[in-house]
């Protein structure tokens, strides 16, 4: 019961944040989100959490030593992208966070905004991407191309992940479908993916200001 309340609260959350990330994006217009659109959040956001952390569980509970070499790699490459796109840009240091602060001390606000970035990805699709080069540190620009790869590189990673469990699994497992548990986790994740199709196709609040829907960009 407080597992799922749990998935429930999280699930939440990134709700919000997905329209709290809509409302900033495109705060020049009024936005305004029909149930559907609540419902696809919702429902795209229960599958990929859920799913992701399911896979995890599985690989850690038999595999717990690479576990932590999964996490931290997945961890440091959600840290350290947002700031190897700020130096390939070549933009100047952002001074406009707060007039109060030090270089230093904009660098540590930078440094948690990342790191909390990190940490998100690490189980979903961030809904604000970090832009450190932009004034509001945050992507105004619909980017599907980093969406679809992030979107195959986890779903090759969850089904890696799914191998090694199923071929190191123990006796734990004895009385488990582990091929019919296999296939329902690939394929719950693939349904997030499909009501996040579905919510930017069909039910997103500003789907008329994209310059490419993503039907046309896939």
């Known amino acids: 019961i407080f597992m799922v309340l749990s998935l429930l609260s999280i699930v939440y959350g990134a709700l919000r944040c997905n329209i709290l990330a809509i409302k900033i994006k495109y705060d020049d217009y009024d936005v305004r989100v029909k149930p559907a659109a609540y419902l696809c959040i919702f429902m795209w956001?229960?599958?990929?959490?859920?799913?992701?952390?399911?896979?995890?569980?599985?690989?850690?509970?038999v595999l717990r030593i690479w576990v932590f070499l999964i996490v931290l790699l997945n961890f440091l490459g959600y840290f350290f992208y947002p700031w190897i796109l700020f130096w390939l840009s070549k933009s100047p240091f952002p001074e406009n966070i707060e007039k109060e602060l030090s270089r230093v001390g904009?660098?540590?606000?930078?440094?948690?905004?990342?790191?909390?970035?990190?940490?998100?990805?690490?189980?979903?699709?961030?809904?604000?991407?970090v832009e450190l080069s932009d004034p509001d540190l945050i992507s105004k620009s619909q980017n599907w191309y980093q969406m679809t790869v992030y979107y195959i590189v986890r779903l090759m990673e969850n089904a890696?992940?799914?191998?090694?469990?199923?071929?190191?699994r123990t006796d734990f497992y004895l009385y488990v479908c582990a091929p019919m548990l296999f296939l329902q986790l690939l394929?719950?994740?693939?349904?997030?993916?499909?009501?996040?199709?579905?919510?930017?196709?069909?039910?997103?609040?500003c789907k008329k200001l994209f310059s490419a829907s993503i039907t046309e960009a896939l």
Do not use: K
């Not at 660098?107 to 991407?129: E, K, P």
């Not at 719950?188 to 997103?204: E, N, P, S, T, W």
């Open 45 to 61: 956001r229960s599958f990929e959490i859920a799913t992701r952390v399911t896979v995890l569980v599985l690989f850690g509970s």
């Open 106 to 129: 904009t660098t540590i606000v930078l440094c948690l905004l990342t790191f909390l970035y990190a940490g998100i990805n690490m189980f979903c699709w961030s809904a604000a991407q």
């Open 160 to 168: 890696f992940l799914l191998l090694m469990w199923y071929i190191y």
């Open 187 to 205: 394929i719950g994740y693939c349904m997030g993916i499909f009501f996040m199709l579905v919510f930017f196709q069909f039910c997103h609040p």
